[in-house]
């Protein structure tokens, strides 16, 4: 990430695919669109950082992206609920926008430019697909029953396959004579944004038992949810099947479907860890 400037102790990050694309846009003569791109993407963000703060959510950096951005808070320490809430914002209001100069009667060129930027912006963020916000707000709610790592690989696979979609559009596109590269720079952005997603997973168990851990201390007392599960589980296996609102516990069975040993959440979490980094 380049780091840009801080406002209001705010500190913004652009992703290094950013300025490529940008670079590619102003080669092919959409400098203006550029530049109202860059605006649509400014309300995008601010209406996200708007939602986090109105949930008494604080955060130290926004990472912004080709197609949107990321912003570093603690998302584990809020409701499901409320990290989509988060996550939708910036769509909602680029849609907000889209339509406000729709029904305003504005009509120049200038106007249909941040419609159109407004729109796509928020028509491709909803995808449902990581990193997008339409899927992070899937995963969050997803969480809740399928667990934040099962739910994470699903929406991950989702978006490589609508980056490899992109691809071969873009490809479709050049056999046709229409050679865009920005088809192709987007999608291989997003299919290397969703493999980043991957690398993350392991800090995202980690990160889910820390917030469960702050949740326990808000609230005073968490529901305790028993699976049982053989003696030679694998511990990323086993860690998708852990759900936001409860604290896990685990009965280990042998032969005869004998009880082995117990072990909580805690563990595990430190067995996929391991696992991770060897």
Not at 273 to 278: A, F, G, I, P, V
Request: hydrophobic share 55%.
């Amino acid at each position: 990430m380049i780091p840009l400037f801080a406002p209001f102790g705010l500190q913004l990050k652009m992703h290094a695919a950013l300025p490529i694309l940008m670079a590619s846009a102003a080669f092919m003569g959409h400098g203006k669109t550029l530049l109202v791109t860059a605006v649509a993407l400014a309300i995008h963000e601010a209406a996200h950082a708007i939602a986090a703060r109105a949930l008494g959510q604080s955060f130290e950096s926004i990472e912004v992206m080709p197609f949107g951005g990321v912003a570093q808070m603690d998302v584990h320490a809020l409701r499901p609920e409320q990290e989509a809430v988060i996550s939708l914002a910036g769509p909602a209001a680029s849609l907000g926008l889209s339509l406000l100069i729709a029904a305003s009667g504005w009509t120049g060129p200038l106007a249909q430019s941040l419609l159109r930027a407004s729109f796509s912006l928020a028509v491709f963020n909803l995808l449902p697909a990581l990193p997008l916000d339409g899927g992070r707000a899937i995963r969050a709610l997803l969480s809740r029953r399928l667990g934040r790592p099962r739910a994470t690989r699903m929406l991950i696979r989702i978006g490589i396959g609508i980056g490899g979609g992109i691809l071969l559009l873009g490809l479709f596109a050049a056999a046709r004579g229409s050679l865009n590269p920005l088809l192709f720079l987007t999608g291989a952005y997003q299919i290397y944004a969703a493999l980043k997603e991957q690398e993350s997973l392991a800090a995202a168990c980690i990160a889910a038992l820390y917030g469960r851990e702050k949740r326990l201390h808000r609230e005073g007392l968490l529901p305790i949810k028993w699976l049982a599960a053989p003696e030679d589980f694998r511990p990323e296996k086993l860690a998708a099947r852990l759900t936001a609102g409860s604290y896990h516990m685990f009965v280990l069975v042998g032969a005869g479907m004998r009880k082995s040993r117990t072990m909580d959440e805690g563990e595990l979490m430190r067995l996929v860890l391991e696992n991770q980094l060897e």
